[in-house]
């Protein structure tokens, strides 16, 4: 089966109902039915094909969000074409290493990204397909592709090194897909307000997906802004929301008129792709009326883990696996861990990717035989705890973990203690060396002008072990962060203690 199969219940069974919104150039807002959007799908498959492009050929995608980059995605999985989504913050260096992996046959981008491209690079200007769209026929595409074939490769993030490419298959968004819509509850009465980018997994494989398998509408916008916000929530009126725990951040600063209005209508925020702080969890909650369904997942599994829709949805937790996924939490032993401690989660499913591209060295790295289980288990390199009822509760990264004189401190604990206190807007607490312990706790700080770290100290010693103390407060304008809200350590400036 493939993730197409999955969307014909909206492309022929609703063909005459609205699907989506979109913004023009011109400033206007365009409407598509899902049998024009299908239509078009296949018209871009027809153009792709007379340009040479088969099954197992790389695609890449260097696109913001927009209508092109659906026609395009949709086109190739119809055709077998992997999809190479590129974030649209890389530049050179990052995109060249990407190229050079994934070697995609063309890559399609508009004029105003298209300057950050290597030399060399085949290119599509996206004008082409738009006007593709006007002088091809639509005839319906319809290839035999099995569920284990590559649907995309999505390049992780590389914090640690250069990003890998994790190959996605259609079976593992189509079992994505199916937990999404019956466990959220989507329907064809939702109403999405897409706002996530669609190179990574959360915009493309949690939102687009779930769009097109429910048959609700999506209003789909380049990227969020603050300052529209209010306007689209009540032009739009959405039911269904996915963020990051930044953009739920700036929500919190809407006045509470705008908040409630926003609130009453909503269904369902979702929240993922970095730890969302206790803090704004209850904050939101108290502004809008809605408490925030968060959930774990990654590039390389899609999604694993989801507190309840139905049910508490725990503060600081992640909830519990979702159907057909297994969980293990283990040491560095490969050996389970008592019920509230931590170690590390591994995962398998359906849902799990069949590898990384062209890296079997990191393939093999990443997936691990556990004593007494026959399947290899996939090696997450997040810290978890599982609680006695059955919660998951994200203790940090295991490359984040702190030893500091033969102690464990993991750094979460401390960053929630943090955006606790009075001023404190974000928080991450990393390692420096020391001679004598290993590895000392630093913070760095975003906060208003009542920053002060000898508080900060104080706080900290009144809630905290002497060791978790962090040896430095460090105040900072912003912390660096990625596309989709996750701080990046390893960007932060150098700090003594």
Not at 284 to 310: A, D
């Amino acid at each position: 089966m493939q993730i197409t199969d999955l969307f014909n219940n909206s492309f022929k069974g609703r063909g005459s109902q609205e699907a989506i919104e979109y913004d023009l150039s011109t400033g206007e807002t365009a409407k598509l039915t899902f049998g024009e959007l299908n239509a078009r799908s296949d018209r871009v498959a027809g153009w792709l094909t007379a340009r040479g492009l088969v099954k197992g050929d790389r695609l890449g995608l260097f696109l913001p969000n927009c209508i092109e980059f659906i026609d395009l995605y949709l086109a190739c999985v119809k055709l077998g074409i992997i999809v190479v989504p590129i974030n649209v913050l890389y530049r050179e260096r990052e995109i060249g290493h990407i190229l050079t992996d994934a070697e995609p046959k063309l890559v399609v981008t508009n004029r105003e990204l298209m300057a950050h491209l290597p030399s060399g690079t085949s290119v599509w200007d996206i004008e082409e397909v738009s006007a593709a769209l006007e002088s091809v026929d639509s005839k319906p595409v319809r290839l035999p592709l099995d569920g284990d074939d590559p649907a995309a490769i999505v390049y992780t993030s590389g914090t640690t090194g250069r990003s890998k490419g994790a190959v996605l298959t259609h079976n593992n968004f189509l079992s994505n897909t199916v937990n999404l819509v019956s466990c959220w509850r989507i329907t064809d009465a939702d109403r999405y307000l897409a706002v996530l980018p669609l190179f990574h997994v959360h915009g493309l494989g949690n939102g687009v997906h779930s769009w097109l398998a429910s048959g609700c509408r999506m209003r789909l916008v380049e990227r969020f802004e603050a300052g529209r916000a209010t306007e689209l929530f009540e032009s739009f009126q959405p039911t269904l929301f996915f963020g990051v725990p930044t953009i739920y951040v700036r929500l919190l600063e809407l006045p509470v008129e705008a908040a409630r209005s926003i609130g009453s209508r909503m269904r369902l925020f979702v929240s993922g792709s970095a730890p969302l702080p206790a803090q704004v969890h209850e904050e939101f909650r108290v502004k809008f009326g809605h408490t925030i369904l968060e959930r774990y997942g990654m590039s390389e599994t899609l999604m694993n883990i989801s507190n309840p829709y139905e049910g508490e949805r725990r503060p600081g937790a992640v909830g519990f696996p979702m159907p057909g996924v297994s969980t293990r939490i283990l040491n560095s032993n490969l050996e389970p861990v008592e019920t509230g401690e931590i170690g590390e989660l591994f995962v398998r499913g359906p849902n799990v990717c069949a590898g990384y591209w062209r890296r079997p060295d990191a393939t093999a790295d990443a997936f691990v035989e556990i004593p007494g289980s026959r399947d290899k288990w996939f090696r997450t390199g997040d810290l978890a705890e599982l609680s006695a009822d059955g919660y998951f509760t994200l203790c940090g990264r295991r490359s984040d973990l702190i030893i500091s004189g033969g102690f464990n401190i993991y750094p979460r604990e401390i960053e929630e203690l943090l955006l606790e206190q009075p001023g404190i807007l974000e928080a991450a607490v990393c390692a420096i060396p020391d001679e004598r312990r290993g590895e000392l706790p630093v913070a760095y700080l975003v906060s208003d002008d009542t920053f002060d770290p000898a508080t900060l100290e104080l706080a900290c010693r009144n809630s905290l072990a002497s060791f978790k103390v962090p040896r430095a407060f460090k105040r900072v304008d912003s912390l660096p962060r990625n596309a989709l809200g996750k701080v990046q350590k390893h960007l932060l400036p150098p700090i003594d203690k």
